[in-house]
């Protein structure tokens, strides 16, 4: 009832864990079987291994938080080796995210990935907690276009294109990417966003900025993914403060194949499970037989 | 399998000194000392994370926590009364060591006693306690029965030394030391027991998800960064990487 097939893959239901927020799996399989899950997006990996960023990374902010990880990870190889086999060993879709700060770091990514047993690729323009890296080509749209097109030409796997909120028009971004031969999109990463501690009158972050994330974001990546939906004929992830199967709905009535769940990880680690659970009520009640009756519903007004 | 949250209900919820509570839940929960758990003493998104709060002893299921208010997290909690519910996830990280024989210092900062009853009750040893408060003293009479010594500083000098508790202690009389509390005086017991005496540090950072996954509360190992929920909280000195 709640299958979902996106760029020929298809997902048991429309319920992905969202990168960074649910690592390669592991942790959340001590709380329950990762594999009831529609797919997981890897934690963002960069060719090479990455230690991430010094200071606080985390600050809980109203209703959401900001995060400055800095793309902590096994870099491509490392995840190949260590973390794939047992993400394989589970029943459910595998993204590899990944990110990069040089088109030819993505290019060797996808490379090494073309050799896997990952479904898909979820291409991460959009990370802003690293230094001329990931966030710098998903701002501009002739950038972000030279990268999805080059990545496309080598990528053996289906390749979905993860856009940042703090691209300069999310909608003439959208459409640049799939132009460029993107076959689906996910949006949307972590907002660019600032806190400052008034006592050391120094900003939260080394960083200065940070991603922000979590409920305070849904009304705004809800519109994005409407938005987009008007302007592309590629399947859309949706994501961005969805702590319930009411707002997961709502994302798919703005246009959504399938949605993500990051943040709300954090506050329950089986949250998912409520998710995938209340969509399945959702569709019993209100007498909806497949997702595709509701997708982008909203679209048609 | 680990259970997701789940509910404890509170049994009694005291302020035993200023802005310090203990607060102990009835239920049947388990846990090694030096572990913790994710609390969550509001219903809703606000405050969105769950905050970290050590085992401070637990006995015949029932759980007791000591924690210090802080900010809106604690504050709430603070608030809750015999019957409310806790909502928590646990137990968490990795805990102490207690094979550990000799003679053994405990030192601990503020709120950092937390943990020591739990530990003291589990240690088969000689054990010392050298415990540093800003004002008053707490939570250390129930601790006195499980060692043999306590050395008490206060920062005003209301009670015991007056000054910092590393002032009292000499590395050389022990075998092994374990210290939790603010992270600056931590980094001095690991400088004073350098190349003298194994030291286990409880390190405390911020924490979103406390199960392993964001990468939020990573520290600096000399085995690369490390996620102190998981392979901590409970480290051996000579592992964590100081800077200065
Ligand atoms: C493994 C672990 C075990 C802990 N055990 C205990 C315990 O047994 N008893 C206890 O009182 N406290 C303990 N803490 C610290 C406790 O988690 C924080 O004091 C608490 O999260 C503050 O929440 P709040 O909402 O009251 O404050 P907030 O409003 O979130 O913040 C107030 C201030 O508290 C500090 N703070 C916030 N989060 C943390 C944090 N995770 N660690 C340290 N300081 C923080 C910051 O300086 C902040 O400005 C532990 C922390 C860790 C990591
Ligand atoms: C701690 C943390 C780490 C993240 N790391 C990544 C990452 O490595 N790659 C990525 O594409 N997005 C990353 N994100 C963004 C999330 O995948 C997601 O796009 C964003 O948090 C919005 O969704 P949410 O509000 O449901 O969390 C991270 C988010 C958080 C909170
Ligand atoms: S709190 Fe999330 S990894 Fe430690």
Known sequence: MTKVNICGIEFKNPVIAASGTFGFGREFEEYYAIEKLGGISTKGLTLNKRDGNKGIRIYETASGLMNSIGLQNPGVSGFIKDELPFMESKDTVILANLGGSTLDDYLQGIELLNETSVHMIELNISCPNVKEGGMAFGIKCDTASQVVKEAKKISKKPMIVKLSPNAENIKDMAYACVEAGADGLSLINTFNALAIDIYKRKPIFNNITAGLSGPCIKPIALRMVYEVNQVVNVPIIGLGGIMTAEDAIEFIMAGATAIQVGSANFVNPTISIDIIEGIEKFMEKEGVKSLEEIRGIIGRF | ?244
């Not at chain 2, 802005?19 to 839940?25: A, F, S, T, V």
């Not at chain 2, 006693?113 to 129930?142: T, V, W």
């Not at chain 2, 075998?175 to 409880?202: A, I, L, N, Q, R």
């Not at chain 2, 996620?227 to 592992?239: A, H, L, M, S």
Request: hydrophobic content about 35%; glycine content about 12%; overall charge neutral.
């Open chain 2, 1 to 244: 399998m680990a259970e997701t949250y789940k509910d404890g209900i509170i049994y009694s919820n005291t302020e035993i000194s200023p802005n310090i509570y203990e607060i102990i839940l009835e239920g049947d929960f388990e846990g090694k000392p030096g572990q913790f758990y994710m609390v969550r003493g509001w219903n809703g998104l606000d405050p969105f994370l769950p905050r970290p709060i050590s085992i401070a002893d637990l006995e015949n299921g029932r759980i007791k926590l000591l924690y210090e208010v802080r900010g809106k997290g604690t504050h709430i909690i603070s608030k809750l009364k015999k019957g409310d519910k806790l909502s928590i996830l646990g137990p968490l990280g990795n805990g102490f060591n207690i094979k550990e024989e000799g003679k053994i210092a405990l030192i601990t900062g503020g709120v950092g006693i937390a943990p020591m009853l739990y530990l003291a009750k589990n240690l088969f040893a000689e054990i010392d306690i050298f415990s540093g408060f800003r004002s008053n003293a707490y939570f250390l009479d129930q601790i006195r029965p499980y060692v043999k010594n306590t050395f008490i500083a206060t920062e005003d000098g209301s009670t015991g030394h007056k000054g910092f508790v590393t002032e009292l202690f000499d590395p050389s009389k022990y075998d092994v030391v374990y210290t939790c509390g603010p992270t600056p005086m931590m980094e001095v017991v690991m400088k004073m027991c350098k190349g003298k005496v194994p030291v286990y540090v409880s390190m405390e950072n911020r924490m979103a998800c406390g199960i392993g996954a964001c990468l939020g509360c990573t520290v600096e190992t000399t085995r690369g960064m490390e996620r102190v929920c998981k392979e901590g909280p409970v480290f051996k000195g000579e592992e964590v990487v100081l800077h200065d």
